[in-house]
């Protein structure tokens, strides 16, 4: 079981501190890379919640080691269509 | 900033030759990519692995290179290297023929294909409806792998070992002078080459390579892919619809990655009719996907040459530039055994395989292409 559990993406079950680990570890400090490393964005959701919640949190989670690698950390990655969820069987028609 | 190495472009290719030459003790080396990692094609394609091609130069090279996925997952677990096999489907008589003789010639190079019956295809997957197929081809030593896990691991290796990884960082030009690259001027300046300048750009090579007066006769192709919703695992091997080309597979999350190839796709938009060509093909075979959802559709570029088969190795023009590019679809599954390969070369040794050496891009000057038919997706 996972010991802290700030939970910042319901779809993928992924913590504050997993972002937090992957940021000053293995030194991604980039919300596409962060992203795709943790799955964050990548469920049902498509990012909608926990994108911008970690968006909101990002200067405070990067800390002294990262800050200043410029603003293009800042991207906020590219939602892939569709927004919401939708049947395969609807395409099928 | 300088590097006794630069490697343009951190996806499969770059990360998987830095690796190599890490293991060979050097460790002064410098990735520039323009994006994330694995932001090209590495990151978009859907990490099938497999040696069942028809050309000499691919079975033996990706033979090779799958006996390096299951020896770097021994290595780094996290690599997560499956050998699931891939199924390709058929289901017209005239593929039968076609399929004995290829699975004639890859089997004289060691691949243990072999054609299957619809009951043995029920037994690979028994989760599928048979509907018009009529046989099939198993390749039980190919596999998957999840893109992401592979990529952003070598990353962290990489780093741990003190190998510099520049994202989010654009090579704007290769400087030349004498017959050798000197420099890469990047969006975050200028990258002094000590020794030898790699170019595994993808699709964006061509541009750059040109720009120093390399010809590479490179086309970009778009593909699309798409994923659906995690579901329960049910379908262990990639598998082929060979009439249409198009391809599924379920990853280790439990998302099913589809994909077929569209008429016209040159330009990088998403179409409705990808959607519909390929759901019309699998929920046929597989009607119980019908009410899972889709999650995400993206597209991604296949850097196709004439043959379709890569450019690896050193160019005329210069003596210290090595290309690594054209993998025409394959790139991602080649990266462990040109990795090896380009290791080698950048310290002066001849590669292993005289396949690889067939592969330079003065094959085109010559005329002496090799040519590759089974191309999915």
């Known amino acids: 079981m996972k010991k802290e559990t700030r939970v910042v993406c319901i779809c993928n079950d992924v913590t504050l501190e997993e972002v937090e680990k992957i940021i000053h570890e293995e030194k991604l400090s980039d919300l596409e890379s962060i992203k795709r490393r943790l799955r964050v964005g990548m469920g049902p959701c498509g990012g909608k919640y926990c994108i911008n919640l970690i968006l909101r949190m990002y200067p405070r989670l990067l800390g002294e080691d990262v800050r200043g690698k410029g603003d293009l950390e800042l991207m906020v990655p590219k939602n892939r269509p569709p927004v919401k969820p939708i049947p395969m069987g609807l395409f099928e028609v | ?377």
Not at chain 2, 7 to 23: D, M, N, P, Q, R
Not at chain 2, 161 to 166: D, K, P, Q, S
């Open chain 2, 1 to 377: 900033m300088e590097a006794e190495v630069v490697i343009v472009g951190a996806g499969s290719t770059g990360l998987f030759t830095a690796l190599y030459l890490t293991e060979l003790g050097l460790e002064d080396i410098i990735l520039v990519e323009r994006s994330y990692i694995g932001s090209g094609s590495s990151g978009r394609c859907a990490g099938g692995i497999r040696a069942s091609f028809s050309s000499k130069e691919h079975i033996v090279l990706m033979s090779e290179s799958i006996k390096l996925w299951r020896e770097l997952t021994e290595k780094f677990p996290e690599i997560g290297f499956r050998q699931k096999g891939y199924l390709w489907l058929l289901t017209r008589e005239e593929q039968i023929d076609t399929s004995k003789n290829l699975v004639a010639f890859q089997n004289t190079l060691g691949v243990p294909t072999r054609i299957v019956s619809r009951e043995g295809i029920e037994d690979i997957v028994p989760s599928i409806d048979l509907s018009d197929i009529i046989a099939g081809i198993y390749d039980p030593i190919a596999g998957k792998v999840y893109p992401f896990d592979v990529l952003y691991s070598l990353a962290h290796i990489l780093r741990e070992n003190g190998v510099e990884i520049l994202t989010h960082t654009n090579v704007e030009e290769i400087v030349v002078s004498n017959r050798r690259a000197v420099a890469v001027r990047t969006s975050r300046g200028r990258i002094k080459v000590k020794g030898h300048l790699i170019v595994a750009a993808g699709v964006w090579s061509r541009n750059l390579l040109r720009a120093i007066g390399i010809d590479l006769p490179m086309e970009a192709e778009v593909h699309h892919i798409l994923v659906t919703e995690e579901v329960r695992q049910f379908l262990d091997p990639l598998i082929i619809h060979v009439d249409t080309g198009a391809y599924m597979v379920q990853d280790p999350i439990g998302g099913v990655l589809m994909g077929v190839n569209i008429e016209d796709s040159y330009e990088d938009k998403l179409r409705a009719d990808f959607l519909r060509k390929v759901a019309r093909i699998w929920l046929k075979y597989f009607p119980q996907l019908r009410k899972v959802n889709l999650l995400r559709y993206w597209i991604g570029y296949y850097e196709v040459t004439p043959d379709h088969h890569p450019v690896i190795g050193s160019v005329p023009e210069y003596d210290n530039i090595l290309v690594a590019t054209g993998f025409s679809g394959h790139g991602f599954m080649m990266g462990p055994i040109v990795g090896l390969e380009l290791s080698r070369m950048i310290i002066g040794r001849e590669p292993y395989f005289k396949e690889t050496k067939k592969l330079t891009i003065d094959r085109f000057a010559r005329g002496e292409l090799i040519e590759e038919k089974a191309v999915i997706g």
